[in-house]
């Protein structure tokens, strides 16, 4: 199968231009910004005489030498009194709950002498069940943030707490006296001490009101449910039950409602088991998303069609079931086509299936609820009778609360986690909040919203912070301080508290409410401190009473009027423009709240690589029609467009994405954030699209029908590492085949490659590739640490380039070394397009056929592959040969050592490796002034303390690549020793394979018979990179199924 | 913790020697049965002197009681004293916060007379602590003084007089030849001068010149070889530390575990300076040191913002700057619980005797050579843990395989010599 495929990483690789050629062979680029380093004057005005020069180099010399002959004296400084839990040099690792008001997750936090420096995910958490994303994993930086505020804010100037406390204290009295409305101002808000603190201040304060208002906004989900079921609720989704998955523009997997979880779900569904089942996924959308390159099928589909298309399925399936139709908009045949073939699929699954939307509009959610009670799913894939609360916020409350602060009858404002300065649509907001006599901001930066208010009273990172979480009905959760407050902030909860009058600490409050809420709902423990330390222990508390069984849902369409819908759904559809815009959130950056956060905006996105910058994606054929320029490579620049919609316009670079619908572009959220939030996000660029955005049908639509776009003179540098590290045409890399094949030959598509042995031999024997070899085996009497990855898991969301950044202390290198193809993260993830050469082509010819194949626009059944690549550990190592001092070497148990005191760099290793894994170390990124404002994990001495003592911070001229975390591998072996037992299976995991949600990556010693590696191993669908190397990895990869059935 | 309290010993002898000559003669005799009731009862909350511990310090003890019949009571049950409404009782009960003092009822009054007797002649005999008294001996004192002249002075010495030598005979050579040739009626040769003559005798010498500027290069080379490989190694490095703590009276003289203040050994990768809380464990209760006397210990009390005599902790806590003596670089990950717990080393095979050491020196060079060299020759238990029962087996069946059944498996077989088990 995949020999009749083409694989190519971008559109630039597969037109194989000379210049692109010439580029790629280069897989350093040389020149280095002497300029940048010593400053503009050294260039002309400056001049060293000979002379002077040999004196310089007499003199230097001899003081290195002098001062290499003298240690400097090193002080240590042990504790005055040690606290009891902390052994220097032994980490402690705390359980704890995040929550940014967008992504929920229970996470174990790893302290090393009281700095939290590594996020893992908490496995005995039953909602996110160990798993983590991009941006948990880099929250932990954000701690370190110098740019947080460190004081509460009057008026925009440093106060004091007891001055703010007064006034705001005094103020709320008058406007309460003299009934003047108050609003408390959040994105979603799931702790019930939260909750309980903002009734306490309602109860203080009669006319508070409290509004929920989410950046991107699920109201429509919600107010469908409340016409639906009577609740305004997200249920409870189960991706796992589903054999057939369907999405209408929703990126389940990385932004909608709940992604890890989804993630999680996901990953069991599509993990090939021993039914030989692999559920299958079926997804319309208009831009490229993570979830859509996962697809089995998908239908690039415009906009405006995408909810006429859903109204489609209903016929479709209504027509099986013998119901009525509804009045539907046409859609185009391509995407009729698809409806229908899904209608098949999912009719052939009901109740195993699932239709999910990303749909802000109520009437299309609304529909989508009936599709999926008509496919009997509730129940099975969703649970309505339990509840997600992770999303709550409601447009319409937002709208009138905007309306209300326009006409001057809120009086005061206090908002917590939001910051609708930046992401609410129109500049009414803005307008509206210097109408308010009283705006208190909680924001821990001077952001957007921050900076307009009265008073900012910034609230700890929730890493310092105590709080409490429900994000599920019956799964609770704990938040505990792994650090002492950094800064002189408060939790937003305390200061409510104590506006209240209430001046009980937060961490008194919770403890409280959990003595009188919690604890009666267990009857496990007795003492109600046991009860607490098991709960903070644990991170979690799942009360089984509350979680009601997931069957029995009352019929949706009983309670509303669905033609109507239809109706309304057909009119927010029309009005089409010659392009059509879809907003859409990156996997990294999500909605812009981590914007500060250096090692997401360095976090190539997972569909165009691009690193630091906002762009419009287009599709490849319009591009062409436009003109502009659709190769990117590393130097080649982009054409700026503007782009008009809404009554709002931005000049971004275009960028192609195959995948792209035609006459749609997409722009991510999240970018164009204030200067003030901090150094990262001053280096950005790229314009906010929440402008873009605008309210249909009472709910904010993150699209627009009207869109035009201009080719501007200008052009832009973007920074993408699309093509750096490419393993130059190399075949065999990407290996799939479908399940049907699978079933029949489990070695489909993973044939070996067969070659000649030697002439004197037998001229017509063949052997496979990896059985003719030179090298002599290494013993393997201990340990042999391996790793598998299985493509079929791997749905490319980047948790583990992320959690690798964080574990092994990889340095952030900033855009214009990105541009240089020296980007240090260890792992990568190869995202390959693949296009069908099949024999349906064959009538055009061979030059036709391949011309043809090559134009992405055709490809509508484009295919998109991810492939986690680190260094492979290979046993037959080629760059251990060819290191000139033995820098590199191999240990015995499968390990490809980098010395790097050892290493001289020669980059002879780089050269002579097939994966392009070594990464080189071209600057002292850890104090060249260069990288200060993009490395602060290794700069800035509030973030340096992020760093793991335990990972050696490499210096300039050293080559570095994946250990396969051998600190932690030391560790869990020493942990054995000591505690004289066997290691294992699963007492060691790589910072990779514990991030991964979807266990995609599994790590374990394959000499362990028992062990999950060792019996992967034997898997029909193993195979190496490039086998015909014969390097003998100790990394291995499990072929690609993808459910064509 | 077994601590040995010599000095007490000590001072308690000359005391007795010095009671035999005077009119206390008696008295002492009781006070020997006092002093042992008195380590074994009292010593841990009181001391002989006016020094306060838990309890007040006794000195003068008598004149302050009402008498010894209280003395009694009190030492039976000092609450039964102090709820009876006891004036004094409930007087010295407040002055010691309140902290109740344990009761002995197995002493009989015999005893507690005897422990006040002894009281009393051990204060009369006790060293008044004053800050002269510090002064006495710094502890490195000690160990400065070695042997009279350096052997490099003598060899400089020696140096200089064959040089003289070298000179009264070449002078004397010259003299005598002079005297010959003046005798076979030849010219005298001419008087060079010592840079002249020595020119001379090189360009007569030519091979002999050869082989020593051939020798002078080498060792010179080799000398150059050795100062450069000596770079960052700080074999015998000797700071001087803010306190002068010394391990030879703390792990020497009183037999401390090195783990009861390292306590880090055991189970981290470093095997930590002990916090200030660690030493108040025993410098609660021993105020004054062996050699120096209050001034060391009291730097500890300011690093806590301890005060002695309250016995109170204030709160401006400064830590304790100590110079660091074993300099890994951060390119080398060494983990002490590996060698300490695992391999079950002593903490001397690679810190040398710090129980003989008044100012610790790095005993070891630290150097990779150093480290790999015991890992090449040091063997490796496996019997004695199942981590290593699979690889035990494995390499008894290669060795076996290989004819060499009883060979040794030593760290590097198990691959401790491979960069990545100390770098990364």
Same mark, same amino acid.
């Not at chain 2, 001087?240 to 306590?263: L, R």
């Given at each position: 199968m995949s020999k009749t495929k083409h694989y190519w990483k971008g559109i630039e690789e597969k037109e194989n231009s000379p210049a692109f050629i010439k580029q790629k062979e280069k897989e350093f680029s040389d020149f280095i910004p002497v300029d940048e380093i010593f400053g503009k004057q050294s260039k002309n005005s400056s001049q060293t005489p000979r002379r002077d020069f040999l004196k310089f180099l007499g003199f230097s010399v001899t003081a290195a030498t002098i001062a290499a002959c003298e240690a400097p004296v090193q002080k240590t400084i042990p504790y005055v009194i040690k606290p009891e839990e902390i052994t220097p040099g032994v980490a402690n690792w705390y359980a704890s709950s995040f929550f940014d008001g967008t992504d929920y997750c229970s996470v174990i936090v790893k302290t090393r002498e009281g700095r939290p420096i590594k996020i893992e995910g908490n496995k005995l958490s039953k909602v996110t069940n160990g798993a983590t994303n991009a941006r948990v994993q880099a929250s932990v930086l954000s701690l370190y943030d110098s740019a947080r505020l460190k004081k509460p804010y009057k008026d925009k100037k440093e106060s004091s707490w007891e001055i703010v406390d007064k006034d705001i204290k005094d103020k709320l009295a008058a406007l309460a006296g003299s009934n003047g409305n108050i609003v408390i101002l959040t994105s979603s808000v799931c702790s019930p001490s939260t909750k309980k603190a903002i009734a306490d201040f309602t109860t203080k304060y009669p006319t508070v009101k409290h509004v929920t208002y989410d950046a991107v906004s699920y109201s429509g989900m919600l107010d469908a449910n409340q016409q639906c079921f009577g609740t305004r609720v997200l249920p409870v989704y189960h991706f796992e039950n589903a054999d057939c998955i369907v999405s209408f523009g929703a990126d389940?997997?990385?932004?909608?409602?709940?992604?890890?979880?989804?993630?999680?779900?996901?990953?069991?569904? #599509?993990?090939?088991?021993?039914?030989?089942?692999?559920?299958?996924?079926?997804?319309?959308?208009?831009?490229?998303?993570?979830?859509?390159?996962?697809?089995?099928?998908?239908?690039?589909?415009?906009?405006?069609?995408?909810?006429?298309?859903?109204?489609?399925?209903?016929?479709?399936?209504?027509?099986?079931?013998?119901?009525a139709a509804l009045k539907c908009n046409p859609v185009e045949a391509k995407v009729m086509t698809g409806v229908e073939k899904t209608a098949e699929r999912l009719w052939a699954n009901r109740g195993k299936s699932l239709v999910v939307s990303g749909s802000n509009n109520a009437a299309t959610q609304c529909i989508v609820n009936a599709i999926n009670y008509k496919l009997a799913n509730y129940g099975t894939t969703i649970d309505m009778n339990n509840a997600s609360m992770v999303k709550q916020g409601s447009d319409a409350d937002m709208a009138q609360l905007v309306k209300d602060m326009n006409s001057g009858s809120v009086a005061a404002v206090l908002m917590y986690n939001a910051n609708p300065a930046y992401s609410y649509p129109t500049k009414d907001f803005e307008n509206g909040l210097k109408k308010v006599k009283l705006s208190v901001s909680f924001s821990d930066k001077m952001d957007e919203t921050s900076s307009l208010c009265n008073y900012i009273c910034p609230d700890t990172h929730f890493l310092e912070s105590w709080n409490d979480y429900n994000?599920?009905?019956?799964?609770?959760?704990?938040?505990?301080?792994?650090?002492?407050?950094?800064?002189?902030?408060?939790?937003?909860?305390?200061?409510?508290?104590?506006?209240?009058?209430?001046?009980?600490?937060?961490?008194?409050?919770?403890?409280?409410?959990?003595?009188?809420?919690?604890?009666?709902?267990?009857?496990?423990?007795?003492?109600?401190?046991?009860?607490?330390? #098991?709960?903070?222990?644990?991170?979690?508390?799942?009360?089984?009473?509350?979680?009601?069984?997931?069957?029995?849902?009352?019929?949706?369409?009983?309670?509303?009027?669905?033609?109507?819908?239809?109706?309304?759904?057909?009119?927010?559809?029309?009005?089409?423009?010659?392009?059509?815009?879809?907003?859409?959130?990156?996997?990294?950056?999500?909605?812009?709240?981590?914007?500060?956060?250096?090692?997401?905006?360095?976090?190539? =996105?997972?569909?165009?690589?691009?690193?630091?910058?906002?762009?419009?994606?287009m599709s490849p054929k319009d591009m062409d029609e436009m003109g502009l320029h659709t190769l990117l490579g590393q130097n080649e620049e982009t054409n700026v467009v503007k782009l008009t919609a809404n009554g709002f316009s931005v000049s971004l670079p275009a960028v192609p994405v195959p995948g792209q619908k035609e006459g749609t572009v997409g722009v991510a959220l999240g970018y164009g954030r204030s200067k003030s939030i901090g150094k990262v996000a001053e280096v950005t660029n790229g314009a906010n699209a929440f402008s873009f955005a605008s309210f249909v049908n009472g709910n904010i639509q993150y699209a627009a029908l009207n869109a035009t776009l201009e080719k501007t003179e200008a052009v832009y540098q973007i920074a993408t590492t699309q093509t750096s590290h490419t393993m130059m045409g190399r075949e065999e890399l990407v290996r799939e085949s479908t399940l049907e094949e699978y079933i029949k030959?489990?070695?489909?598509g993973n044939e070996p490659e067969m070659v000649s042995v030697s002439e004197d031999i037998d001229p017509s024997k063949k052997l496979p590739s990896n059985k003719a070899n030179l090298w002599e085996d290494h013993e393997r009497n201990g340990n042999f640490w391996n790793m598998s990855i299985d493509l079929n898991s791997c749905i490319g969301c980047g948790a583990c380039v992320i959690g690798c950044t964080s574990e092994n202390n990889?340095?952030?290198?900033?855009?214009?070394?990105?541009?240089?193809?020296?980007?240090?993260?260890?792992?990568?993830?190869?995202?390959?397009?693949?296009?069908?050469?099949?024999?349906?082509?064959?009538?055009?010819?061979?030059?036709?056929?391949?011309?043809?194949?090559?134009?992405?626009?055709m490809a509508d059944s484009l295919e998109v592959m991810f492939q986690p690549v680190m260094c492979q550990h290979c046993n037959h190592a080629p760059c251990e040969t060819v290191c000139p001092v033995a820098a590199t070497s191999h240990s015995s148990d499968g390990l490809n050592q980098m010395a790097y005191n050892r290493c001289i760099g020669t980059r002879y290793c780089a050269n002579n490796c097939p994966y392009k894994v070594r990464r080189f170390n071209w600057f002292n990124y850890n104090n060249n002034d260069k990288f200060a404002a993009f490395n602060?994990?290794?700069?800035?001495? &509030?973030?340096?303390?992020?760093?793991?003592?335990?990972?050696?911070?490499?210096?300039?001229?050293?080559?570095?690549?994946?250990?396969?975390c051998v600190q932690r591998i030391q560790a869990g072996v020493l942990e054995a020793k000591k505690q004289m037992r066997k290691i294992k299976d699963g007492d060691i995991q790589t910072a990779c394979a514990q991030a991964c949600p979807t266990n995609a990556i599994t790590f374990g010693n394959s000499n362990d018979k028992t062990s999950d590696v060792a019996m992967l191993k034997e898997d029909p669908r193993q195979y190496n990179l490039l086998d015909s190397y014969d390097t003998q990895p100790s990394v291995f990869y499990l072929t690609k199924l993808r459910n064509k059935a | 913790?077994?601590?040995?309290?010599?000095?007490?010993?000590?001072? &308690?002898?000359?005391?007795?020697?010095?009671?035999?000559?005077?009119?206390? &003669?008696?008295?002492?005799?009781?006070?020997?049965?006092?002093?042992?009731?008195?380590?074994?009862?009292?010593?841990?909350?009181?001391?002989?002197?006016?020094?306060?511990?838990?309890?007040?310090?006794?000195?003068?003890?008598?004149?302050?009681?009402?008498?010894?019949?209280?003395?009694?009571?009190w030492v039976h049950g000092s609450q039964d004293l102090v709820k009876s409404g006891d004036a004094y009782a409930n007087k010295i009960f407040q002055e010691n916060n309140n902290s109740i003092m344990s009761a002995f009822p197995a002493l009989s009054d015999a005893d507690v007379d005897a422990i006040l007797d002894y009281v009393k002649v051990a204060a009369a005999a006790a060293p008044i602590p004053t800050a002269g008294s510090a002064n006495q001996t710094s502890v490195s004192d000690g160990t400065t003084t070695e042997s009279g002249i350096d052997t490099e002075y003598v060899l400089m010495g020696l140096l200089v007089v064959l040089i003289i030598?070298?000179?009264?005979?070449?002078?004397?050579?010259?003299?005598?030849?002079?005297?010959?040739?003046?005798?076979?009626?030849?010219?005298?040769?001419?008087?060079?001068?010592?840079? =002249?003559?020595?020119?001379?005798?090189?360009?007569?010498?030519?091979?002999?010149?050869?082989?020593?500027?051939?020798?002078?290069?080498?060792?010179?080379?080799?000398?150059?070889?050795?100062?450069?490989?000596?770079?960052?190694?700080?074999?015998?490095?000797?700071?001087?530390?803010?306190?002068?703590?010394?391990?030879?009276?703390?792990?020497?003289?009183?037999?401390?575990?090195?783990?009861?203040?390292?306590?880090?050994?055991?189970?981290?990768?470093?095997?930590?300076?002990?916090?200030?809380?660690?030493?108040?464990n025993c410098h609660k209760a021993i105020t004054s040191g062996t050699k120096t006397g209050t001034k060391e210990i009291s730097k500890i009390y300011a690093s806590l913002d301890y005060d002695p005599n309250t016995q109170k902790y204030g709160p401006n806590k400064k830590p304790l700057e100590w110079v660091r003596v074993h300099n890994l670089p951060d390119f080398a990950y060494f983990n002490h619980s590996q060698h300490v717990t695992v391999a079950n080393l002593e903490c001397q095979r690679c810190h040398g005797p710090?129980?003989?050491?008044?100012?610790?020196?790095?005993?070891?060079?630290?150097?990779?050579?150093?480290?790999?060299?015991?890992? #090449?020759?040091?063997?490796?238990?496996?019997?004695?843990?199942?981590?290593?029962?699979?690889?035990?087996?494995?390499?008894?069946?290669?060795?076996?395989?290989?004819?060499?059944?009883?060979?040794?498996?030593?760290?590097e077989t198990m691959g401790g010599t491979e960069c990545n088990k100390c770098h990364y």
């Open positions: 389940f997997l990385t932004n909608w409602v709940a992604p890890i979880e989804h993630a999680v779900q996901y990953g069991k569904a #599509r993990k090939l088991d021993s039914r030989n089942k692999v559920a299958q996924h079926i997804q319309f959308e208009t831009n490229l998303s993570v979830s859509g390159s996962n697809a089995d099928f998908r239908y690039p589909t415009k906009v405006s069609e995408l909810d006429a298309a859903i109204v489609c399925l209903y016929n479709a399936l209504a027509k099986k079931e013998g119901s994000p599920q009905t019956g799964h609770y959760s704990l938040t505990q301080p792994t650090i002492r407050p950094l800064f002189n902030s408060r939790s937003a909860q305390e200061s409510l508290l104590k506006w209240s009058g209430n001046d009980q600490d937060y961490h008194s409050y919770i403890k409280a409410n959990w003595q009188a809420g919690m604890f009666g709902k267990q009857s496990m423990l007795v003492l109600f401190e046991d009860f607490w330390n #098991r709960c903070l222990q644990d991170g979690v508390f799942i009360v089984e009473s509350e979680i009601k069984p997931a069957e029995g849902v009352v019929a949706p369409a009983a309670t509303m009027d669905i033609q109507a819908m239809a109706t309304q759904v057909a009119k927010a559809s029309e009005g089409k423009g010659k392009f059509e815009l879809a907003l859409y959130q990156k996997t990294g950056l999500g909605n812009g709240n981590h914007a500060n956060n250096p090692w997401l905006q360095e976090f190539p =996105d997972p569909i165009t690589k691009i690193v630091w910058d906002n762009y419009v994606t030959n489990p070695k489909a990889v340095p952030v290198v900033g855009k214009d070394e990105v541009q240089r193809v020296r980007e240090m993260h260890w792992l990568r993830i190869d995202r390959y397009y693949s296009s069908d050469t099949t024999k349906e082509n064959k009538e055009l010819g061979v030059v036709a056929r391949y011309a043809a194949m090559e134009k992405p626009s602060p994990a290794q700069q800035d001495e &509030f973030s340096r303390m992020v760093l793991n003592p335990d990972v050696v911070v490499r210096s300039r001229g050293v080559m570095e690549k994946c250990s396969m | 913790m077994t601590l040995n309290f010599t000095l007490f010993r000590k001072i &308690f002898q000359s005391t007795l020697f010095l009671l035999l000559l005077n009119i206390f &003669f008696i008295t002492a005799l009781y006070a020997a049965d006092g002093e042992k009731l008195f380590k074994a009862n009292c010593k841990a909350c009181h001391t002989t002197t006016s020094a306060k511990l838990t309890g007040p310090g006794l000195k003068d003890v008598e004149k302050r009681i009402p008498s010894r019949e209280w003395a009694h009571k030598l070298v000179l009264v005979l070449g002078g004397l050579k010259k003299t005598l030849q002079d005297a010959v040739n003046k005798k076979h009626g030849l010219p005298t040769e001419p008087d060079l001068g010592p840079v =002249d003559s020595i020119k001379v005798w090189f360009s007569r010498n030519k091979r002999l010149t050869a082989l020593g500027v051939i020798v002078v290069l080498l060792w010179g080379m080799k000398g150059c070889w050795d100062s450069l490989s000596q770079i960052g190694v700080n074999q015998n490095y000797e700071p001087e530390q803010p306190i002068a703590f010394s391990h030879k009276i703390h792990a020497g003289d009183n037999g401390i575990a090195c783990v009861y203040c390292h306590f880090g050994a055991e189970k981290s990768k470093t095997a930590g300076i002990p916090p200030a809380n660690v030493c108040m710090v129980e003989t050491m008044d100012t610790l020196k790095q005993f070891s060079p630290l150097t990779m050579g150093w480290c790999i060299d015991c890992h #090449r020759t040091t063997e490796v238990k496996m019997a004695d843990n199942p981590y290593y029962e699979d690889f035990h087996k494995n390499l008894m069946k290669k060795f076996e395989a290989e004819g060499e059944p009883n060979k040794k498996i030593t760290v």
